[in-house]
């Protein structure tokens, strides 16, 4: 199993609607997660991070299920600019002990006029 | 703004050849990575620094090394470049390990 699944989509979804994905992460004693978005040709940016209590960012909602362990991301009323590329981040503790973050390979969303 | 700089955004180079990649950022962090990303396998690190002169491998760092002479400064080295390591290349730096990066805009390798 990887240590951190995304469906890679495309997702392709018009304008003003809402979309959510998920990221199933693989270590139960994960404590930190974040939502990290990447446009096309461009470096990853922190989007948000993602909180035991859930959180939310204007159109963006984040959530955690740590019995499921997946995170969630849910974009309300879609617009054009947030087509791009959405990278989940999960804190792994490494084989040295060492805490680590590990990507997602992406899940890739167009919202389409 | 935290600005992290990547020296060359673009490279081609012949195999065998030995490459530099440079990576300066400006905010004083403690904490400097390198990762590759490749279509269908994300970021995977490479190597990553969390103190002048100190590294660590990280998941993927076999053809590749580091150099962290300067807090600011971190370089990641192919002593032999392969064609299985053209690829975009990304700096980032953090206060804390596991605390928000803030990645260079890349640089995209490619190894004939």
């Known amino acids: 199993r990887k240590e951190v699944e995304q469906d890679p989509g495309p997702f392709n979804v018009p304008e003003g609607a809402t979309v959510a994905f998920n990221c199933t992460y693989s270590n139960s004693a994960s404590q930190s997660f974040f939502w990290y978005r990447q446009d096309c040709r461009k470096e990853p940016k922190l989007l948000m991070s993602?909180?035991?209590s859930g959180n939310e960012d204007g159109r963006f909602t984040a959530q955690l299920n740590r019995a499921s362990q997946y995170i969630s991301l849910l974009i309300r009323d879609s617009k054009l600019s947030d087509s791009a590329t959405y990278l989940c981040v999960v804190n792994m503790n490494a084989v040295s002990g060492n805490e680590k973050l590990t990507f997602g390979t992406g899940t890739r969303l167009t919202i389409i006029p | 703004d935290v600005k992290v700089t990547q020296s060359s955004r673009y490279l081609v180079k012949r195999t065998g050849e030995k490459v530099f990649l440079e990576c300066v950022q400006d905010?004083?962090?403690?904490?400097m990575f390198w990762y590759r990303q490749d279509p269908g396998l994300g970021l995977r690190l490479i190597y990553f620094?969390?103190?002048?002169?100190?590294?660590e491998k990280g998941d993927i760092p076999e053809g590749y090394s580091v150099s962290r002479e300067k807090k600011e400064r971190f370089s990641l080295i192919l002593e032999s470049a392969s064609t299985n390591q053209t690829s975009m290349y990304l700096c980032a730096s953090n206060f804390r390990l596991t605390g928000e990066l803030f990645f260079g805009e890349g640089s995209r390798l490619t190894v004939l």
């Open positions: 993602v909180y035991s």
């Open positions: 620094s969390y103190d002048v002169k100190m590294k």
């Open positions: 905010m004083d962090h403690e904490n």
